[in-house]
Every structure is written in C-alpha cells, then in structure tokens.
C-alpha cells in the first residue's frame, strides 16, 4: 500500500508530536501569522517581514502565504538548482492544504535559522531516531534543533528535499492549516466542521450552499485551536502527489525572467567587476605581485593582492579579466611530495600496501571472510581505480557583494546559506545578525556551490575597495582551482565456492568520505565480507560531488560483482539475482530492467548489454546499458533504468532527475578526467574536459516502481551510480576488455 500517514509509520512521515503550533501573531496590515513551527520557541513574528513580498499578503503559517486573490504560495527552505526541488515540496504541501494548483506559487525562504531543515540533520546523523516513541520523540526534536542551528543546516543536498522536508514538514504544515480554515469557517457558518469540504483552495458547506475561498477566512483561522496531530491523506485521497504536474521554475527559464546568482543587480546600487585569481597550487599563496602591465588599462579601478589570491576591480568582468591577464604573480612554494596524477595513485597504492591484507580501518565486517577465503574453490583479485573529477556547473561561479556600514549583503547561488553567512561572520568581523545572503536559483551545482569560499572572496573584496563588487570566476579558474571528487584505487579479492556462489568479499579502498554504506555491498547476500580503508594524502581539497562516494563505489562494486560472475561462468543478471533472494525490493527492481531491456535477447554482431544495480540516498536503481564496438571505439545506444523510491510525488520530474544522473555519470564514465601537473590541474575548460555531447548521448528509458509503505528515497543523485559499471560491464560483454579504471574514451582512442 502506498500510504505515507503518519500513523502508519514514522520513517515514512513524522506524527505532529514532535511539531508544535506556537502561538498567533498579526501582520501590519491586518494580515495573519499562524504559528506552525518546528519547535517550541520559534521567533515566528520576526519572519513576517522576511517573507513579505507584495500587498494584501497573510502569512497562514511560516511556510504558507495567501493573499487576497486566493494566490497560495509555498515558502519553500531548499534551494533550486534544476531539480525541481521547489515545485515538489509546493506539491506536497498543496495537496495536504487542497490548494489549487493553478494558484500556487513558490517563494524561496530567507536566510534565517526558523528554516532550518531539522530532519535532514536526523536522517543523515541518527536515521534512528526518525522511528522514535512519541513519548520521546521531543527530545529527539529538541536535541536536532540545536544541532541543526549549530551546523547552520539550512541545506539542499544529499537527494533529501523532498524525502526529509516534504514529508516532515511541509505536508504537515498544509494539512494544519487546512484545519485551521474549517474550523474558522465552521465557526462563521454555525456548522460542524466535519460537514466542511474543501477543494481547490475553497472552502464549501454542501448543506447549506455556503463557500468561501481560503483568503477569506485567513485571519479568522488564527482564533483557531491548534491541532498538534492533524490527520494526514492516505494514499487514495492524494489530488496532487503521484502526479505529473508542471514545474513552477520552467516559464520564468524559458521566458529569462528567472534570476540566478549572476544575474543580481541590486536596485539602486551601482556595482563594480572582479575577476581573481587563485594559487595554482593548494596550500600556496603569494609570494610577489607585478601590476605594471595591468594598472593602467582602461577600466581598471584597483588591483589587490589579497595574500591567499589576486583581485583586479574594473568597470566590467571583460576589462577585469584581461587586467588579470597581464598581472605577474609569483607564488609560494607547494610543500606536497604530490606533483602528478602519477604521485597521488602512488601515495594510494603505498597506503594499502603499508595496510596489508588485514589492516586497514575497518568499515564494515560479517562473518570471517580469512577462513572463508582460505576454504574457497575459486579465487579472484582486482584493482580499480577513479581520477580526480571537477563538478562542470554551467552557471559560472558568482558573487555579488556590497560591504559598508557595519553591514553586509550578498547575492550568491549558494546550497549553504546559513554557512555562508557563518563564514562571512568569521572572515570579515561583521556580526551575523549585520549579513543577508540572498540566494536566488542555482545555474547547477552538483555539490560545487556546498561551500562559500567564493563568497567570502567577493566580500572581502568589497571591503577592502568600498566598492559594491560582482564577482565571477572564469571557467578557467574554477576548474583549475575548486574542490574536487577525489581520485580513489579500490582493492578487490573473492572467494567463490565449487557452484561459483561468492562466499568471501574483501575490500580495501582510499578516501573514505560520505555516505558511509556506499562502500558496502549491503544489497547482497555474502556469507564473509570485509570493507577496510586505508587513508592516504590527497592532494585537491575534496568536495562533494554529485552521489558522493557511491559515485566511485558503485563503479568499483558492480564492476567486481561482474568479474565474479564471469568467473562463475554465468549469466551477470542471473547471478546477481541469486545474490538478492533476502531483498524483496532490489529483486523487483533488478527483474522489471532486465524485463523492459530485453536482457539475453540476440544482439547485432558487435553489440551488448551490461547490467548495474545500486542503492543510495533511499532509492534502488538498476540500469542495462547498451553498448555498439562494432567501430572499435564505444557508441553509446540505449538505457534502460528502474527506479524504486518508496513513493514518487512528481513522476515526470523523478523521471528527469534519474535522466540527469545517467548522462551526467556516463559524461564521468567516458570522459571525466582531471590530471595533475606540476601540483595544478591541466584541464581548464570544456575543449580538455569534456562533456557527453547531444549526438553522443543514448536513448533512455526510465521506469518507476512505487513500492510504498517504506520511506521516500532521493531523485537527484541515485540515478549516477549505476551508469559506469553498466556500460563498463557491457564493453566487456562486447569485447572481453575488463575495464577497471575510467575514463573509457581514452582506452579506445
């Protein structure tokens, strides 16, 4: 059954117990606050004018505004980067509240700790708790409360909008305040408010011919008692969710009314360019500067040498930049043994062996994979390895900052507001309470924008000419000079017993990051298994790329799972099949892609298919990707993709985020390589690191399997993992090449 109540379970939606209305206020201007808030104590009054946008506005509750044409917008914490994010979490909310689609708008909430989203903070730190007894579960509430204003978790990551902040809070809050309507209008009409239907952000009282729309009884609702426990839709009653329904982002996209970070331009202020440098080389600064060459071209304004980089300020980013160009900076010297691609998998393959076959630190044991090993008819062994890979945003990396009087405002594509203004706090004195960070949509980000270097650049900036400054970096400079995916090597040996059954799994692998289970072969039933790490230097500062860690581990895995079945001598799909007996879900998924691919149906001399199934962030995925070598080199040709996500809200949007991460895992697969060079990155832009071209991308099929009664799993990364192995395992079906290290492309050059 595909019911999300909250009584059904707690993982699949929070009980309003561990919410809490918290008190009434009113608006200037006669409008409403309601206070539906996340924790006792929450300085709803203070959002009004945080949130306020346009006359005749009345703030229902702190994530629901309605004004006086009955226009319903969602405050929506998350970020929009291309995800649909904000349409899906207005789509939860509006279907508990039964708004009118049509009607429903979507505001982006302000950079303030009342919207920080507290359950992610949960399901990433302590997943248990998100099962806790009602009896303390405040406690729980409390306790993340505090964690999350402590990690300033007003954050859009980790695939978790929609399955952390959709069901816990903003379905809650449309079905309380749906409540808080009837029970207005029951009041005003003298009925019982069980006789009140709603519908299309109407209020109707059938019996007596009475309706009233939502914004009419708006401020009669703040009278209303505050239901801790509001009931929320089963399955059945949903009007909204499980459907298809257009993004609220796309016409502003099309049309280019939408504003991203590069395009702020504060009203009134009249704003200056910069264009920076940074070292080319971590961990150096610099050493000299040489601005002859540049200080007196035409708009140039100043040149800084900031230490940790160098800014040149002028009337435009063109004259900035080729300022820039001519300025002759000398840096310090790197004191890393690592220089080259070559030294980084050197410092890896000496940490593993330093490890050795049992050292290491261990991240995940059953059974006793030694004896099983030792007792195994069959033995097999296998290395891999990842290059460092850049996360490519098309929105240029931005920040427009203005620095004066105590104060400061910046306007940057951020995931991370909250940290950006912590940061900016720490780097330029200004009190936190001093600092606004707008953060309109997000040009893609892909984990790039989960940090505020940049932001802190462009600000400094600013307060050290006085000059309101626009900041952007140069294609060349953010994928020379970022944060990076780490390079990883991954070490593989199986015991396989007389039937070929994988009896004993040894892995040890570098660079452990996040999330933790992405190393482990969870969905598999092995006997004997052991995951070890051995941590080692890694030269490119990491950041999270998009499906983290299961981004490599998903290649190594069910690259090796197919190893062994080739050692098996069977069938790669039937063997993983055998292995996910105990799995239910995994099964049904694995099952319908090789049904919808036509698995073991004859293929074209020089064709083949490859199969692939991982879990991450809550949602199952299994690909069959079709491969032609009949050229010599690989030609992309079909996907095949099932999806298992508990319960998908917005299929067509699901369906596009899973078709987002398959071509952004094959681009990683075919071609994504950064190499190192005298300590820097050699590739600068899109001619040497490349992208999946149109022409070059496959047909794609994707399909949903709504399980249901189990928690919503994520869209915007599982989609990824899966993509590598698929096509790698289909190039060997193709040609009997293993490939166990990528890029692809360059293999068959």
Request: net charge negative; glycine share 10%; proline share 5%.
């Amino acid at each position: 059954m595909n019911d999300l109540t909250p009584e059904k379970k707690r993982s699949g939606l929070a009980k309003w117990s561990r919410r809490g209305f918290i008190g009434a206020g009113v608006l200037a201007g006669g409008g409403l606050l309601i206070g539906i808030g996340v924790r006792s104590g929450n300085p709803i009054g203070a959002l009004a004018p945080k949130v306020a946008s346009g006359e005749g506005e009345q703030l229902v509750n702190s994530w629901v505004k309605i004004d006086t044409d009955n226009v319903i917008t969602a405050i929506v914490p998350h970020c929009e980067m291309g995800q649909g994010a904000h349409s899906v979490l207005a789509q939860m909310l509006a279907d508990e509240l039964d708004a009118d689609w049509s009607q429903v708008r979507v505001q982006q909430a302000p950079t303030d700790g009342s919207y920080i989203v507290t359950d992610t903070a949960r399901a990433f730190v302590a997943p248990f708790t998100m099962n806790a007894a009602d009896w303390i579960e405040p406690t729980w509430d409390g306790l993340f409360t505090q964690i999350g204003l402590m990690a300033d978790a007003l954050i859009t990551g980790g695939s978790s909008s929609i399955r952390t902040t959709g069901q816990y809070q903003m379905r809650v809050a449309g079905a309380a305040a749906r409540k808080m309507l009837v029970g207005a209008a029951a009041d005003e009409w003298g009925v019982p408010a069980s006789e009140i239907e709603t519908k299309d952000s109407t209020l109707i009282h059938a019996a007596s011919g009475k309706s009233a729309t939502y914004a009419e009884f708006a401020t009669a609702a703040a009278d209303q008692p505050m239901d801790q426990t509001p009931t929320l839709k089963t399955a059945d009653q949903y009007t909204l969710i499980g459907k298809s329904k257009a993004r609220k982002d796309i016409p502003g996209k099309v049309n280019g009314t939408a504003k991203f970070g590069i395009d702020a331009a504060p009203e009134g202020v009249e704003f200056s360019y910069s264009a920076t440098v940074r070292p080319p080389v971590p961990g150096t600064s610099v050493a000299s500067m040489d601005a002859s060459r540049a200080k007196d071209m035409a708009g140039v304004l100043q040149i800084l040498n900031m230490g940790d980089f160098v800014a040149v300020v002028a009337d435009s980013y063109w004259q900035a930049q080729q300022a820039l160009n001519r300025v002759d900076v000398t840096w310090t010297k790197s004191e890393s043994p690592i220089k080259t691609t070559a030294d980084q998998y050197a410092a890896y393959t000496s940490a593993m062996d330093e490890a050795g076959a049992d050292g290491g630190e261990e991240a995940a044991t059953k059974g006793n994979f030694g004896e099983a090993f030792a007792g195994a008819a069959t033995t097999l062994e296998a290395e891999y390895k990842v290059p460092y890979l850049a996360h490519a945003p098309m929105e240029p990396i931005n920040c427009t900052a203005m620095v004066a009087d105590g104060k400061c405002d910046v306007w940057t594509s951020t995931q991370v507001p909250l940290r950006v203004r912590t940061e900016l706090n720490a780097a330029l004195g200004i009190d936190k309470e001093n600092i606004t960070v707008h953060h309109p949509y997000l040009g893609g980000s892909f984990g790039r924008r989960l940090e505020g270097v940049y932001t802190v650049m462009a600000a400094r900036i600013a307060q050290a000419t006085g000059y309101p400054i626009k900041a952007i970096w140069s294609r060349e400079e953010d994928t020379q000079k970022a944060l990076y995916r780490p390079a990883e090597i991954s070490r593989f040996k199986a015991g396989l017993d007389e039937s070929g059954t994988l009896v004993a799994y040894d892995n040890i692998f570098t660079q452990r990051n996040d999330p933790a289970e992405a190393s482990v072969p969870g969905i598999y039933s092995i006997p004997n298994t052991r995951v070890r790490t051995a941590e080692a230097p890694l030269h490119l500062p990491f950041a999270a790329w998009r499906s983290v860690d299961h981004s490599q581990h998903g290649f190594f895995i069910e690259s090796f799972i197919d190893e062994a079945a080739h050692a098996a001598g069977a069938d790669p799909y039937e063997y993983r099949l055998a292995m996910l007996k105990d799995a239910p879900r995994q099964s049904a998924v694995l099952k319908k892609v090789a049904e919808i691919s036509d698995w073991g149906a004859p293929l074209a001399e020089g064709r083949a298919k490859g199969i692939a199934i991982v879990e991450s962030f809550g949602s199952i995925v299994a690909q069959v990707i079709e491969v032609d070598m009949s050229s010599g080199k690989p030609k992309l040709e079909n996907v095949w993709a099932v999806c298992d996500a508990g319960y998908v809200v917005n299929p067509d949007g699901f369906k596009n985020q899973i078709e987002g991460g398959i071509v952004f895992g094959l681009t990683a697969a075919m071609y994504g390589e950064l190499d190192l060079v005298d300590g820097g990155v050699k590739q600068s832009n899109f001619h040497d690191y490349k992208m999946l071209r149109m022409d070059e991308t496959p047909g794609i099929m994707v399909e949903i399997i709504n399980s249901g009664d189990v928690p919503i799993g994520g869209a915007g990364e599982p989609g990824l993992p899966p993509a590598a192995p698929a096509l790698a395992n289909a190039i060997f079906a193709a040609t009997g090449k293993r490939l166990r290290e990528l890029p692809i492309a360059k293999q068959f050059a």
